[in-house]
């Protein structure tokens, strides 16, 4: 547990969390209410998604400020990421773990 030690460790599996909520609710519980007319997992993964994406939100502008990032270089990649399928993923892998790496 010691990924919550710190904000990039909250960071990283909030963004984990947050991309995998998206794949969910746009592979799975979208095309289900759409196409078969089932509304109940888009009624329980919309808002944990919602919600996992405010996190997501908060924690990395908490971290830019923590780290001092620049909001160029930085910071508009990492809040990019969390509206672009397997977005976070990607940022998690190039941007988070290295940092996170560095300070562990």
Same mark, same amino acid.
């Given at each position: 547990?010691?990924?919550?030690?710190?904000?990039?460790?909250?960071?990283?599996? #909030?963004?984990? $969390?947050? !991309? *995998?909520?998206? @794949?969910?609710? /746009? &592979?799975?519980?979208?095309?289900?209410?759409?196409? +078969?007319?089932?509304?109940?997992?888009?009624?329980? #993964?919309?808002? $944990?998604? !919602? *919600?996992?994406? @405010?996190?997501? /939100? &908060?924690?990395?502008?908490?971290?830019?400020?923590? +780290?001092?990032?620049?909001?160029?270089?930085?910071?508009?990649?990492? $809040?990019?990421?969390?509206?672009?399928?397997?977005?976070? &993923?990607?940022?998690?892998?190039?941007?988070?773990?290295?940092?996170?790496?560095?300070?562990?």
């Amino acid at each position: 547990m010691k990924l919550f030690n710190t904000h990039i460790g909250r960071l990283r599996v #909030i963004a984990i $969390l947050e !991309g *995998i909520s998206l @794949l969910v609710l /746009v &592979f799975i519980s979208v095309p289900l209410k759409r196409i +078969y007319g089932i509304p109940e997992v888009s009624s329980i #993964i919309g808002p $944990l998604h !919602g *919600i996992l994406f @405010l996190l997501f /939100v &908060f924690n990395t502008i908490t971290a830019g400020v923590e +780290y001092k990032w620049k909001f160029k270089e930085t910071t508009w990649k990492v $809040l990019l990421a969390c509206i672009i399928p397997f977005g976070t &993923f990607y940022i998690d892998y190039k941007i988070l773990k290295p940092i996170y790496e560095r300070e562990s």
